[in-house]
């Protein structure tokens, strides 16, 4: 037997098994691999896709992350916040559409224009869907104040990725100024306020090693990580780490492939959990996405960001569905998704399961201390 199909006939991979399944790169290897984990998703959380409705709300960004299209220095792309309004037509459309959430995503800013801006759309989305709406921010880090605030007016998700887990390997992507561990002490904080936590890395960068995306995972289970979002690594001309844009074209391939060995060996370990397939995956194969799907991936982010700003908000170079609005989006993903064997879980809120199961145990634990 060799020592994939070893792995693989274990009911989970040990922690050192996952460097292994993620360097499985011959072509009948990934094949069983990716099989593999798409049986695990079916049996821990069917084969349902769930829709997460993405608003990019605004491309200004405080921050200058090394990789990152919209980063404060580059001075070449024009800066939006979308109004109100429009974020609320898009939000009630998404409602009525039977999607059980949306994510809220920006640049990063923490000034009280900007929390109260979050508090206003949180407070108005609840509303206008009788507090149906799941809401998912993704507005990056801030204060403990700032959460409850936000966790208070009903936001219940929060996605804040870490990147990379490998703190050395972050400040290399990153400005000086810029903290992994006040990143990680997010993460903790938006767990202990009781948000559902979502974090990701991104996959195939400069200099990554798949040891570190196999210590990624193990870390997504320390933090009580129960939503990822990950995708690819994809140069952005505008960024310092732009170099190697040229030879991009080449690596795709196997930038796709080891993106979708990730999400393999993360449904393979964290079982669970739910995982998105990144848009970015889309940007590396007309159907990335549904690859992604099929690798044990069971979310998906239709964007609805009105096609006029969507051209500003690209964080890496050949961002797809960039003038489609969100009905032609709904319309192409369906039929895709559908034709995979898939369904959609409209009218689902598709909390993960992971974290229900964890509630459910911390409340059937608290009700026999209070009996006992
Ligand atoms: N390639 C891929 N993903 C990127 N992101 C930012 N820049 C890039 C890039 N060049 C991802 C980061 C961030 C998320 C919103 O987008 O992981 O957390
Ligand atoms: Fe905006 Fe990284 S550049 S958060």
Redesign the pocket.
Known sequence: MSRLDAILAKPRPDPGDLAALLGAQAPEEQTRLLAAAYAVKVREVGSVVYFRGLFELSNRCNKD?L???IRRSNQKVERYTVPVDEILGGARWAWEQGYGSVVL?SGERSDPAFIDLITELVTKIRGLSNDQLAITL?VGEQSEATYRTWFEAGAERYLL?I?TSDPDFYRRIHPADHSWERRRDCLRLLHSIGYQLGS?V?IGLPGQSVEQLARDILFFEQEKVVMIGM??????AH?P?RDGIRNFVWKRHAQLALALRMIAATRLYLQDVNIAAAT?LQTLAPDGREQGLMAGANVIMPNLTDPKYRSAYQ??DGKPCLDESATQCRGCLETRITSLGETIGFGQRGDSRRFLGRNVAAATKEAICRKG
């Open positions: 992350c990789y990152c299209g995503q993704s990725r990147e990701g991104m995708g690819p690594f994809i140069p952005h960024t780490l970015a964080l890496y």
